[in-house]
C-alpha cells in the first residue's frame, strides 16, 4: 500500500487544478498542510487565510461563488459544521452554491485537544441541510477521485478529510456517482464502513475469518445522498449488517440505515457501532478512544460477534 499523508494527496489535487483554473480558490482557518502551502506560494491570488473565524470564512466563501469561484473552506470539523451551521445553511445552501467544506480532524483524529475538536457530529449536522452532499474519504485515491466529482457538479460538498497516512486502493474502483463500493466480497454478514475506521473493519474482518466468521465489507464514501443501488446490491442479499462508524450513532451511518432498511420493508438485522450518544469531555489518544468504545482491536470483534450469536 502506498501510504502518503491523505491531506497533502487531496491538497496536490487541488494544486493540480488549480494551476488549470484561476477560479479554484482556497480559504483556511488558519489551518495548515504541507502540499496548502505550495498552492498559498505559487498561487497567491487563489488563497486566503481567513485566521481563526470560520463564521466570516463561511460568508466570504458565499460571495467568491457568487462572483464565479469554486471554493474550498478548510478548518476543523468540528468548527467548519457546528460553529458555521447558521451560515451554511442560510448562505450556501439556500443559493446551491459551489463551496466544499472541508472538515480535518474526523472523530478522534485531534483526540489530545479535547471535547472542542472531536469530530463525532459533523456528519449529522451536515446531514440535516437538504441541498449539503457529503463524501468521507477512506484512502488516497479516493480523495484525488472525490475533488474531480465536486467540480463536475458544483454544489454544497462536505467533506470529512482525516490526516495521517492512508492506503490507495486505486485497485478497487470508486465510482462517485454509485458511491460505494465492495472491499471483501459480500457474504450474509456484511460490515459497513468508510473514513479512517475502516482499517479496523478490516483487522476485524481478518479476525473474524480466523474464527470461521465470513463477512464482507463495504465501503459509503458517498455518504448523501445515500447510494440508490445500495438497497438491491447490498441489503436485499444480506441477513445481518453492522455498521461501524467513527462519528456520532445518533444522525450518522447507522441511522441512515435504520432508515433505509425501515422504509423500504426490508427484514436485515442491523447493528450499530459508533461513538456513544454523548458528550465526551476526554483527551487521549486516537486509539484510546477505539479501544474504550468499541471501534477497533478485540473490542470491536467482539461486539460484532455478541451481535451474531
Not at 440505515?257 to 469531555?281: F, H, R, T
Request: proline share 4%.
Amino acid at each position: 500500500m502506498n501510504q502518503l499523508d491523505i491531506r497533502d494527496v487531496f491538497f496536490d489535487r487541488l494544486y493540480e487544478l488549480g494551476s488549470q483554473n484561476s477560479n479554484i480558490m482556497i480559504i483556511s482557518a488558519d489551518m495548515d498542510a504541507f502540499s496548502l502551502r505550495r498552492f498559498a506560494n505559487d498561487f497567491p491570488k487563489q488563497y486566503l487565510n481567513i485566521g481563526v473565524s470560520e463564521q466570516n470564512m463561511i460568508n466570504v466563501a458565499t460571495g467568491l461563488a457568487i462572483s464565479g469561484k469554486i471554493v474550498f473552506c478548510y478548518s476543523i470539523a468540528s468548527f467548519a459544521t457546528l460553529r458555521c451551521l447558521e451560515q451554511i445553511k442560510v448562505n450556501i445552501c439556500s443559493m446551491n452554491l459551489p463551496v466544499t467544506i472541508v472538515g480535518a480532524g474526523a472523530g478522534f483524529s485531534f483526540g489530545y485537544d479535547g471535547p472542542t475538536h472531536h469530530g463525532t457530529q459533523d456528519i449529522s449536522a451536515m446531514r440535516l441541510l437538504p441541498e449539503m452532499s457529503i463524501l468521507e474519504l477512506s484512502s488516497n485515491d479516493v480523495a484525488v477521485n472525490a475533488i474531480d466529482y465536486i467540480l463536475e457538479n458544483k454544489t454544497p460538498y462536505y467533506i470529512r478529510l482525516d490526516k495521517g497516512p492512508f492506503p490507495n486502493w486505486s485497485h478497487i474502483e470508486s465510482d462517485f456517482t454509485k458511491g460505494f463500493r465492495i472491499i471483501r466480497p459480500l457474504s450474509d454478514v456484511n460490515l459497513i464502513s468508510n473514513g479512517f475506521i475502516l482499517r479496523e473493519v478490516i483487522n476485524a474482518a481478518d479476525q473474524l475469518n480466523k474464527r470461521g466468521i465470513n463477512v464482507g465489507i463495504v465501503d459509503v464514501f458517498r455518504f448523501k445522498p445515500f447510494p440508490e443501488d445500495f438497497i438491491i446490491d447490498v441489503i436485499a442479499p444480506s441477513k445481518k449488517i453492522i455498521s461501524v462508524e467513527e462519528s456520532c450513532k445518533t444522525g450518522g451511518l447507522g441511522t441512515v440505515l435504520s432508515e433505509v432498511i425501515a422504509q423500504n420493508d426490508i427484514y436485515c438485522a442491523l447493528k450499530v457501532i459508533g461513538a456513544p450518544d454523548m458528550q465526551l469531555i476526554e483527551y487521549g489518544e486516537r486509539e484510546w478512544f477505539h479501544d474504550k468504545y468499541g471501534l477497533s482491536g478485540m473490542p470491536l470483534v467482539e461486539k460484532i460477534c455478541n451481535f451474531l450469536d
